[in-house]
């Protein structure tokens, strides 16, 4: 069974009684009373959403390590691998010596990393239980003592409380939002902040359910994949980690996108694909550029004109309000930083002062540009994911660019194959005729130029991509090294990668 000396129909008894030992003589921080009230108070909340006893069990035992002399390890040895998977799920990362308001927000933020990462649906309902048990005691004190209710705790400041819990309700609504305990708990966040949440949100609302079983996948993107639903509708299916505040977040990029003058398509609704978002599309008879240039490989050249004609577009947009779209900058120190975070300290150095040196600008750029993310509807390009748009230099587009279509091949030519729907010859070609008709020139040096630098952004990229296997091989480390010593030498031709 994975434990030792517990059973199935004694594994909710035991985790009690270890509890109430572990939990004698402690109290909750505002009201006093006897601790071991609050883990009962998640168990019987987990009860009304789960009979899974392992789910419950680990209710019981959430705080344990965190506020007694319990381990993980024990907990494993006695309850089980996955009760103390879900105990882990909760607990927070101890910074021994660091005051605790001072660590509040990192000790937060890294917990809520597990919660939207991990997969169990037992972690999100543990996590709802105990955060809905916490805001019940708040919203009791705050209804007794009000705003100096904040005083009494660590942190201070009851922002980020509010930012807390909402992420919280945000990161679990998808799964959890039809139980009574997620519309108590949005109703405990609009009593304390008012209006953080829309009223309908506490009550039962059942997302329109629609199923992909059969439909055709005609597109992807960084955040999900697109089908055709039926003759007129298309459907944007979210990956798991991404929350309804995330497919709102893009629908308010789209439309101002759309105001700017981008070609870009509006959702007219959100459902549900079944444990993930999708945002429905009305688009007849649109098809990706992918799929026209792999069905008329003889008419590249067309495609990569109306490409580049649709970059130049975008980077020919300056936006004086950046509100909605940030600087591409953070996203580039985010590739820098996963390629050489354990690299030689001068080559680093180096990487990040060319990449520094590129040109900030209001420059909107879309951040993911290749040809499964654009459609062509009543022959006009059109797109359909605009989650990575943000302001800077158009060489992060370029390098993108070279990356899909060239870069890619460095690892294996078939992963540009498998994504593009067309051959690693064509992809050249399609990139090459690209550069042409998106500089709008043949000159040799220019276009040596504009790719080296592109092909340097988009080594670091790969390289971070190669970093995110779980071991690398002998050939890994090889293909690394070698990647490393060519932006090197790239960087050192030129005193800026921008363009």
């Given at each position: 069974?994975?434990?030792?000396?517990v059973?199935?129909?004694?594994?909710?008894?035991?985790?009690i009684?270890?509890?109430?030992?572990?939990?004698?003589?402690?109290t909750?921080?505002?009201?006093?009373?006897?601790?071991?009230?609050?883990?009962?108070?998640?168990?019987?909340?987990?009860?009304?959403?789960?009979?899974?006893?392992?789910?419950?069990?680990?209710?019981?035992?959430?705080?344990?390590?965190?506020?007694?002399?319990g381990?993980?390890e024990?907990?494993?040895?006695?309850?089980g691998?996955?009760?103390?998977?879900?105990?882990?799920?909760?607990?927070e990362?101890?910074?021994?010596g660091?005051?605790k308001?001072?660590?509040?927000?990192?000790?937060?933020?890294?917990?809520?990393?597990?919660?939207?990462?991990?997969?169990?649906?037992?972690?999100?309902?543990?996590w709802?239980a105990d955060?809905l048990?916490?805001?019940r005691?708040?919203?009791?004190?705050?209804?007794?003592?009000?705003d100096?209710?904040?005083?009494?705790?660590?942190?201070?400041?009851?922002?980020c409380?509010?930012?807390?819990?909402?992420?919280?309700?945000?990161?679990?609504?998808?799964?959890?939002n039809?139980?009574?305990?997620?519309k108590?708990?949005?109703?405990?966040?609009?009593?304390?902040w008012?209006?953080?949440f829309e009223?309908?949100?506490?009550?039962y609302?059942?997302?329109?359910?629609v199923?992909?079983e059969?439909?055709?996948?005609?597109?992807?993107?960084?955040?999900?994949?697109?089908?055709r639903?039926?003759?007129?509708?298309?459907?944007?299916?979210?990956?798991e980690?991404?929350?309804?505040?995330?497919?709102?977040?893009?629908?308010?990029?789209?439309?101002?996108?759309f105001?700017?003058?981008?070609?870009?398509?509006?959702?007219?609704?959100?459902?549900?694909?079944?444990?993930?978002?999708?945002a429905?599309?009305?688009?007849?008879?649109?098809q990706?550029?992918?799929?026209?240039?792999?069905?008329?490989?003889?008419?590249?050249?067309?495609?990569?004109q109306?490409?580049?004609?649709?970059?130049?577009?975008?980077?020919?947009?300056?936006?004086?309000?950046?509100?909605?779209?940030?600087?591409?900058?953070?996203?580039?120190?985010?590739?820098?930083?996963?390629?050489i975070?354990?690299?030689?300290?001068?080559?680093?150095?180096?990487?990040?002062?060319?990449v520094?040196?590129?040109?900030?600008?209001?420059?909107?750029?879309?951040?993911?540009?290749?040809t499964?993310?654009?459609?062509?509807?009543?022959?006009?390009?059109?797109?359909?994911?605009?989650?990575?748009?943000?302001?800077?230099?158009?060489?992060?587009?370029?390098?993108?660019?070279?990356?899909?279509?060239?870069?890619?091949?460095?690892?294996?030519?078939?992963?540009?194959?498998?994504?593009?729907?067309?051959?690693?010859?064509?992809?050249?070609?399609f990139?090459?005729?690209f550069?042409?008709?998106?500089?709008?020139?043949?000159?040799?040096?220019?276009?040596?130029?504009?790719?080296?630098?592109?092909?340097?952004?988009?080594?670091?990229?790969?390289?971070?991509?190669?970093?995110?296997?779980?071991?690398?091989?002998?050939?890994?480390?090889?293909?690394?090294?070698?990647l490393?010593?060519?932006?090197?030498?790239?960087?050192d031709?030129?005193?800026?990668?921008?363009?």
């Amino acid at each position: 069974m994975g434990k030792e000396g517990v059973d199935k129909m004694n594994l909710l008894e035991e985790a009690i009684i270890y509890s109430t030992v572990l939990y004698q003589g402690k109290t909750r921080k505002i009201s006093g009373s006897p601790y071991i009230l609050h883990p009962l108070e998640v168990a019987q909340i987990l009860s009304t959403m789960t009979d899974d006893l392992e789910v419950i069990a680990a209710g019981v035992m959430h705080d344990i390590v965190e506020d007694t002399d319990g381990t993980i390890e024990e907990i494993r040895k006695r309850f089980g691998e996955r009760v103390a998977m879900l105990v882990d799920s909760e607990t927070e990362n101890d910074y021994p010596g660091e005051d605790k308001a001072q660590s509040w927000k990192k000790r937060k933020s890294q917990s809520l990393d597990k919660l939207k990462s991990l997969n169990d649906i037992g972690v999100k309902m543990l996590w709802l239980a105990d955060k809905l048990s916490n805001i019940r005691s708040l919203a009791g004190s705050f209804g007794e003592y009000g705003d100096k209710v904040w005083e009494k705790l660590n942190q201070k400041d009851s922002n980020c409380h509010l930012w807390y819990y909402k992420t919280i309700a945000e990161y679990v609504e998808m799964d959890l939002n039809k139980t009574g305990a997620y519309k108590e708990f949005i109703d405990r966040i609009n009593y304390i902040w008012p209006g953080t949440f829309e009223s309908w949100k506490t009550k039962y609302k059942k997302y329109k359910e629609v199923s992909i079983e059969g439909c055709k996948k005609i597109g992807q993107g960084a955040k999900g994949e697109i089908y055709r639903y039926d003759e007129e509708l298309i459907v944007k299916v979210y990956n798991e980690k991404n929350t309804y505040k995330d497919v709102e977040r893009e629908s308010a990029l789209a439309r101002t996108a759309f105001v700017l003058g981008l070609p870009t398509a509006i959702s007219f609704g959100i459902v549900s694909v079944g444990a993930r978002y999708g945002a429905m599309f009305e688009l007849i008879d649109a098809q990706t550029f992918s799929d026209l240039i792999a069905r008329n490989s003889d008419k590249v050249d067309y495609y990569a004109q109306i490409m580049a004609n649709l970059a130049k577009h975008i980077h020919s947009i300056e936006v004086e309000d950046n509100t909605f779209f940030p600087d591409a900058k953070i996203q580039l120190e985010g590739w820098v930083d996963r390629a050489i975070d354990d690299e030689d300290e001068e080559i680093g150095a180096d990487i990040r002062r060319a990449v520094n040196a590129i040109d900030g600008t209001n420059t909107l750029v879309h951040g993911d540009f290749h040809t499964n993310n654009v459609f062509l509807s009543e022959n006009e390009p059109l797109f359909i994911d605009v989650d990575r748009m943000s302001v800077g230099n158009p060489i992060i587009d370029i390098s993108g660019v070279y990356l899909f279509y060239v870069g890619f091949g460095r690892i294996d030519k078939k992963k540009i194959e498998d994504f593009m729907g067309f051959s690693y010859e064509i992809a050249l070609r399609f990139y090459d005729s690209f550069i042409e008709c998106y500089l709008e020139s043949k000159d040799k040096d220019l276009i040596t130029q504009i790719n080296d630098k592109a092909k340097a952004l988009a080594y670091i990229r790969l390289i971070g991509q190669i970093k995110k296997k779980k071991s690398l091989t002998l050939k890994d480390n090889e293909l690394i090294g070698d990647l490393v010593n060519e932006v090197k030498e790239l960087i050192d031709k030129y005193k800026t990668l921008g363009i």
